[in-house]
């Protein structure tokens, strides 16, 4: 059987390269290992430059990808050292459902969609791709003129077509994140999300209060760690905003590719283009939906101007993301105006000794 191109991944990125490629009429094929629509662990959050690609390629967002309360102001950050700043968002964003949400993208893409079925590995020519997976307990292969990788952070995409790339810069910079969900009850607006910059750990720790619910996610290197630092978490919301927790909890984990903290980005090699965090894009906070689904976007846009060529569209593809990418390591190192989506002249206005720390800190935090 064979394909212009193939999609590996359902999710934001994959779900929009698909489209974009789809609507120009190439035969697209979407391969996706969970059963649609499958879960990810997610804080939820649509930022409003997500909101806006997304209503633009795939039409208004439906009720049922939304969570309650649905609008998302911006975030609050509670410096353990120092200040409270607010950071807002500079529109609103929504708290969404990711796995419906997702599903929905995949069903709106007009591709042709394979779910339940894993890919294993694949053969790159230069105008060829072979790839081997299982579905339904069965191994079979599928041939296609370009390759979309856009299975994120755990993927096999990025470590297939550049693996010494992947085992140099993605490697080291992979985090895991432990979400914990519970019973719980704050002093917190709903509407804002909860950033946490603790002294001790990795990152920036994440929250959420909603109703009954409290979210608290922690990244951490290696198999230990997130146990102290959960801890720690808790502890200083306990002081902060009154956290109380109640109810079993339950644990969700997940990796996440921080390469492009440090400028690396893997955008892939010939006809195999990588996207969203499969290719290391996540902005500083760990919102990551965005720059899934704009260079899902652009890597189509690359594909479909170097198609009937005789390039592969790789150049195409690094040379139209540069600005992007320039963009994005800029506000990692600058720390003013906005920073990925939210407005950090609170932060930056502070003149106060505490200001001055907090803005140290954070910046540390941002290339660590
Ligand atoms: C705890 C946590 C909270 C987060 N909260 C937010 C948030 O609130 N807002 C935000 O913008 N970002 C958030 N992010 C980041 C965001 O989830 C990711 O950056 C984003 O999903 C990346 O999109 P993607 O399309 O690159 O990949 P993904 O959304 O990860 O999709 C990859 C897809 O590929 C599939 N796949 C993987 N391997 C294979 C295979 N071998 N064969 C077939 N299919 C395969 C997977 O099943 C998956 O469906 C969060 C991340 C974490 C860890």
Not at 45 to 52: D, N
Not at 83 to 97: A, K, N, S, T, V
Not at 172 to 181: D, G, K, N
Not at 192 to 211: D, P, Q
Request: proline content about 4%; hydrophobic content about 40%.
């Amino acid at each position: 059987m064979h394909y212009d191109v193939l999609v590996i991944g359902a999710g934001p990125g994959g779900c929009m390269a698909a489209r974009e490629l789809a609507e120009r009429g190439f035969r697209v094929l979407l391969l996706e290992k969970g059963v649609l629509p499958r879960d990810k662990v997610c804080a939820g959050i649509l930022t409003p430059g997500a909101k806006r690609l997304i209503e633009e390629r795939f039409g208004g967002i439906p009720p049922e990808c939304l969570d309650e309360p649905p609008v998302v102001r911006g975030a609050v950050l509670l410096c353990e050292r120092g200040g409270d700043y607010m950071l807002p968002f500079g529109g609103e964003g929504l708290r969404i459902r990711r796995a419906a949400l997702d599903a929905h993208l995949a069903r709106r893409s007009g591709a042709e969609i394979w779910d339940g079925c894993e890919v294993l590995g694949f053969e790159l020519g230069r105008f060829h791709v072979r790839v081997h997976l299982e579905m339904e307990g069965e191994e079979r292969w599928v041939e296609a003129t370009y390759l979309v990788g856009a299975d994120g952070a755990e993927g096999l995409s990025s470590r297939l077509v550049r693996p010494e790339f992947h085992r140099l810069y993605a490697v080291p910079a992979t985090e895991r994140t432990m979400l914990v969900t519970t019973e719980g009850t704050a002093s917190w607006d709903p509407e804002w999300m909860g950033l946490a910059l603790l002294r001790r750990g990795l990152g920036l720790a994440r929250f959420f209060c909603r109703g009954e619910e409290v979210g608290m996610a922690i990244s951490f290197r290696g198999d230990r760690g997130w146990q102290g630092e959960l801890e720690a978490l808790e502890n200083f919301l306990s002081q902060r905003i009154s956290l109380r927790l109640s109810g079993s909890p339950a644990r969700a984990l997940a990796s996440s590719n921080r390469m492009g903290s440090k400028g690396r980005f893997n955008l892939g090699a010939g006809c195999a283009l990588l996207v969203g965090e499969a290719a290391g894009l996540l902005d500083a906070w760990g919102f990551g939906i965005r720059l899934a689904l704009e260079s899902g976007r652009v890597a189509a846009e690359s594909i479909a101007e170097s198609a009937g060529e005789n390039v592969t569209p790789h150049l195409r593809y690094r040379y139209r993301m540069r600005e992007i990418l320039e963009r994005e390591v800029s506000m990692l190192r600058r720390l003013s105006g906005v920073v990925g989506e939210l407005d950090v002249s609170e932060i930056v206005a502070s003149r106060s000794v505490r200001g001055k720390r907090d803005r140290r800190a954070l910046r540390r935090r941002f290339v660590s």
